[in-house]
């Protein structure tokens, strides 16, 4: 019986989180109200509650839900053998798995599109910068192991490219979301990434 209601609290929370995906994409995270979510699922506003603080804590639990396995192949990446190709090699799997994925792209599109109002905007400024700091600093950390590697080239400092690399896959992903009907991201994305790693390779 407790395992039941185990798989039903968790049937209950994953209902909610694909609610909020669609109900976010077409209203906007600011416009978005927790009962608009709770309807769309098919539950109560209290059963929003009973898993989530409030609607702050269910984009974070969105987001987390796709993040979580591209962190794993980051962190992959990071300790394997030959880290450079491994990192060129995630880059690209991000790329098409965001063409394959209608999660992924549904998320991706709320977090550059409809995302204007997450939290209050100081707050939102500096989680966002919190972010975009960690996945530099893991870049970096491939890439000073390239350069200790003979691998980066020498007029490419570690941070210069961790910084180009990031960029490099937010302008992609941006471009994408946009118009998606534009950019062929699963053949487009691979290439792009290859060629940015060509120029920075020794």
């Known amino acids: 019986?407790?395992?039941?209601?185990?798989?039903?609290?968790?049937?209950?929370?994953?209902?909610?989180?694909?609610?909020?995906?669609?109900?976010?994409?077409?209203?906007?995270?600011?416009?978005?109200?927790?009962e608009d979510i709770a309807r769309s699922a098919g539950v109560t506003r209290g059963a929003v509650y009973w898993h989530f603080e409030n609607k702050l804590a269910l984009?974070?639990?969105?987001?987390?839900?796709?993040?979580?396995?591209?962190?794993?192949?980051?962190?992959?990446?990071m300790h394997d053998g030959d880290s450079f190709t491994a990192l060129k090699e995630v880059c690209i799997t991000v790329m098409r798995h965001l063409a394959e994925d209608a999660r992924a792209k549904r998320v991706f599109t709320i977090l550059l599109?409809?995302?204007?109002?997450?939290?209050p905007a100081q707050s939102?400024?500096?989680?966002?910068?919190?972010?975009?700091?960690?996945?530099?600093?893991?870049?970096?950390?491939?890439?000073?192991?390239?350069?200790?590697?003979?691998?980066?080239?020498?007029?490419?400092?570690?941070?210069?490219?961790?910084?180009?690399?990031?960029?490099?896959?937010c302008g992609v992903l941006n471009d994408y979301v946009r118009n998606p009907e534009v950019l062929d991201i699963a053949t487009l994305g691979p290439q792009l990434i290859e060629i940015f790693f060509r120029g920075i390779s020794a």
Do not use: W, Y
């Open 1 to 34: 019986m407790v395992r039941r209601t185990k798989e039903e609290a968790e049937k209950t929370r994953e209902a909610l989180l694909d609610a909020a995906e669609f109900v976010f994409l077409e209203k906007g995270v600011a416009n978005a109200s927790l």
């Open 59 to 77: 984009f974070d639990a969105m987001h987390e839900r796709v993040k979580l396995p591209m962190d794993e192949l980051f962190e992959r990446a």
């Open 113 to 119: 599109l409809k995302c204007e109002e997450t939290c």
């Open 124 to 169: 939102n400024v500096e989680r966002q910068q919190q972010k975009r700091d960690k996945v530099i600093q893991r870049f970096e950390k491939i890439f000073t192991a390239a350069h200790q590697d003979g691998k980066l080239g020498p007029d490419t400092s570690p941070q210069t490219a961790a910084i180009a690399l990031h960029a490099t896959i």
